[in-house]
C-alpha cells in the first residue's frame, strides 16, 4: 500500500479483534503504532505480540470519557511526536430485542459507539488541524449502519449515526486536507462476535453463515485491516466522505 510506511497512526480499540490485526497490518507496511483498548493487560498483551514487527504502545482508557480520551490522544501524540492516522475503532455490541432495550442499556451503547466515536475523532482532528499536515481519519461503523438487523436497535442506530458523522466531518475538514471515510464491515470472526454468539444456539454461526452471507463464511479481521490500510494510504488520496462495505456480499440480498 502506498504512503504508509512512517505513518503515525492511533487505532482505538486496537487491543484485540478487528483493531489489533489492523495494528499488525500497519506494522507490516512500516507505520509507527499506538493502539488503545478498555483495559491495559490486554493492550500490553497485544503490544507484546507485535512488537517485533516494529515501533507499537499500549494505552488505556474509556472513549466514552473525555479525560480518557485527552490522555490518549495526548499519550499518543507524546509517543509518535504527532499523528497522522487515525483508525476509530473502537466499540461494543451485544444482542437485545427493541421492546426489552432499557435506557441504561441504550445509553451505554451509544456512549461508547458514538459518542465515543466523535469525542475521539474531535481531539484527533483537533491535533491534526493545529498541526497543518492534514491527515486520515476512518471511523468505524457495520453493515449495522446500513441496514436493520433484528435484535441491534441500540447498535444499529449508533452505526448509522457514524456515517452522518462522518460525511459532515468530510464536508467540514476536507479544506484541512483531512481526509475521513467510515468503513462497514459486515459478520466477522472477532472476540467480540464469539461472546454474542456463545449465547446463542450452536449452529447459529453456521447457519448465518449460510442464510445471509453469499460468500457462505463470516469475514476475517485481516480483511477488514487490509480495509483500513487501503483507505489510509496514498492509492485512496480522493475517497473522502463515503463508506466501504466489507461484508461477503451481506448487504446485497434482497
Ligand atoms: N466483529 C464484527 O463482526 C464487526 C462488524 C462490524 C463492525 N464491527 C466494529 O468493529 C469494531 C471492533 O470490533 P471487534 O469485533 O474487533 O471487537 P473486539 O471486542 O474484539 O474489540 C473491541 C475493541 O474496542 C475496545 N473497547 C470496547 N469498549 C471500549 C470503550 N468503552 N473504550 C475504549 N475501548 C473500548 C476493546 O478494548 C477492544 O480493543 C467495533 O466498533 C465494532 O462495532 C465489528
Known amino acids: ?8 497512526v492511533l487505532i482505538s480499540g486496537g487491543s484485540s479483534g478487528i483493531g ?17 483498548g478498555l483495559d491495559q493487560a490486554e493492550a500490553d498483551a497485544t503490544v507484546a505480540g507485535l512488537s517485533a514487527l516494529g515501533e507499537v504502545h499500549g494505552l488505556a482508557g ?23 492516522v487515525l483508525v476509530n475503532n473502537a466499540g461494543t455490541a451485544w ?28 481531539a484527533v482532528a483537533r491535533h491534526l488541524v493545529a498541526q497543518g499536515t492534514g491527515g486520515v481519519i476512518l471511523n468505524m461503523s457495520s453493515t449495522n449502519g446500513l441496514g436493520g438487523e433484528a435484535d441491534y436497535a441500540h447498535y444499529n442506530a449508533s452505526k448509522g449515526g457514524v ?8 464536508v467540514e475538514l476536507g479544506k484541512h486536507r483531512i481526509r475521513v471515510n467510515a468503513l462497514c464491515p459486515g459478520y466477522i470472526q472477532t472476540p467480540l462476535n464469539a461472546s454474542i454468539s456463545a449465547g446463542l444456539d450452536g449452529d447459529f454461526v453456521s ?8 460468500l457462505g463464511r463470516a469475514g476475517l479481521a485481516e480483511e477488514v485491516a487490509a480495509g483500513y490500510a487501503f483507505l489510509a494510504s496514498d492509492d485512496a488520496a480522493f475517497i473522502h466522505g463515503t ?5 461477503g456480499g451481506q448487504l446485497a440480498i434482497m
Open 207 to 214: 447457519g448465518y453463515e449460510r442464510d445471509h452471507i453469499p
Open 62 to 84: 474509556d472513549v466514552s470519557l473525555e479525560a480518557d480520551v485527552d490522555r490518549l490522544v495526548g499519550g499518543a501524540v507524546q509517543e509518535l511526536g504527532g499523528l497522522d
Open 20 to 36: 489489533a490485526a489492523t495494528a499488525r497490518r500497519f506494522l507490516e507496511e512500516g507505520a509507527r503504532v499506538v493502539l488503545t
Open 1 to 8: 500500500m502506498r504512503g504508509l510506511a512512517g505513518k503515525r
Open 95 to 122: 444482542r437485545e430485542p427493541f421492546l426489552e432495550i432499557t435506557p441504561a442499556h441504550w445509553d451505554r451503547i451509544m456512549a461508547v459507539n458514538l459518542r465515543g466515536m466523535f469525542l475521539v475523532a474531535q
Open 163 to 170: 456515517l452522518l458523522l462522518t460525511r459532515t466531518m468530510a
Open 243 to 247: 463508506e466501504l462495505v466489507i461484508d
